[in-house]
């Protein structure tokens, strides 16, 4: 098959090449994906489990990209719920080759079904995005409506998710962004949106949820955001400042398949809009790694067509 693959950390993106390696195979409740289409995550270079295994050895070349959504073709041993031939999505395990190849191994826990009338494209921005905004607001920061919830980098993928899951329970929702967020965040539905080309962050006032997906500078000028009881959550890095009366914590995004089932009802009802702001051949996949690259929304590499 076909994948990107890297094996030089040194080199970084400019180390990632599309090359051919063996079709995975299947172990005991795992299913094969085609995959359609892809997503993944610029800063996932950095992670240790790119490069190693879960006992630590060197498992390159490897396969990056862990959002995926594709059709199932090969059944491993003991594999129940799934048929060949059925629509799925979800995410590929961190320690092993993920989704931006022709083929990915993927353990069945980690996928959900998905419904006939959702294109791949909109799938695969769904899992990593998705399901972390929701455990951010929800499960971490136990957001409930009429709160508000102070959301920074509402133009990208996890962000622009985050305000429309906020939204629709009742939370008011300040977001952050660049200048030219400001109508993107309007159209999402953000209450009050600040421009950090522009003004200060601590115009938002204090809040009662901070859900940060930058980090450094901005993760820890949020700490004083955080009204009395609140919380600062983020998927950033561990927060070296914490609130005062409040608490901060990092969390790392888990599979979760009935709330892909939630997320992707919301997809079909209207409710949930994933914004996708480029869609990609696998062979650019170099090109949209870049760290100088800024779209707003997920990028997403077409793989397979329909």
Not at 103 to 117: G, K, M, Q, S
Not at 219 to 244: C, D, F, K, N, Y
């Amino acid at each position: 098959m076909k994948a990107i693959t890297v094996s030089d950390r040194e080199a970084g993106v400019s180390g990632l090449t599309l090359t051919d390696l063996p079709d995975p195979q299947p172990a005991e409740n795992e299913v094969v994906v085609k995959v359609h289409a892809a997503g993944f995550t610029r800063g996932e270079l950095d992670w240790p489990d790119t490069w190693t295994d879960r006992t630590g050895r060197d498992r390159t070349p490897s396969v990056p990209g862990h959002e995926l959504s594709g059709v199932v073709v090969e059944l491993g041993f003991g594999t129940t719920g799934f048929t060949v031939g059925q629509r799925v999505f979800g995410l590929a395990d961190w320690a092993r080759n993920g989704s931006l190849a022709e083929y990915c191994a993927v353990e069945t826990r980690n996928l959900a079904p998905l419904p006939i009338d959702i294109d791949h494209t909109v799938a695969a921005a769904l899992p990593i995005s998705g399901l972390s905004a929701w455990q951010g607001l929800f499960v971490h920061g136990h957001l409930a409506a009429g709160q508000t919830v102070l959301i920074h980098g509402v133009a990208g993928g996890v962000g622009s998710v985050a305000v429309q899951l906020a939204r629709e329970v009742g939370a008011r929702v300040i977001g952050t962004g660049r200048t030219a967020d400001r109508d993107r965040a309007a159209a999402l539905g953000v209450h009050t949106f600040i421009d950090l080309d522009n003004q200060k962050l601590e115009e938002a006032g204090e809040v009662d949820l901070v859900f940060d997906v930058i980090g450094g500078e901005i993760l820890a000028r949020s700490a004083a955001s955080v009204r009395a009881g609140g919380t600062l959550v983020t998927i950033a890095e561990p927060p070296q400042e914490q609130p005062r009366d409040g608490r901060a914590l990092y969390f790392l995004v888990d599979p979760d398949r009935d709330r892909l089932v939630e997320l992707a009802a919301r997809v079909r009802s209207g409710r949930l809009n994933p914004v996708i702001g480029a869609v990609l051949p696998l062979e650019d996949a170099p090109a949209a790694f870049a760290p100088n690259t800024r779209v707003h929304g997920k990028t997403i590499l077409r793989v397979a067509e329909e």
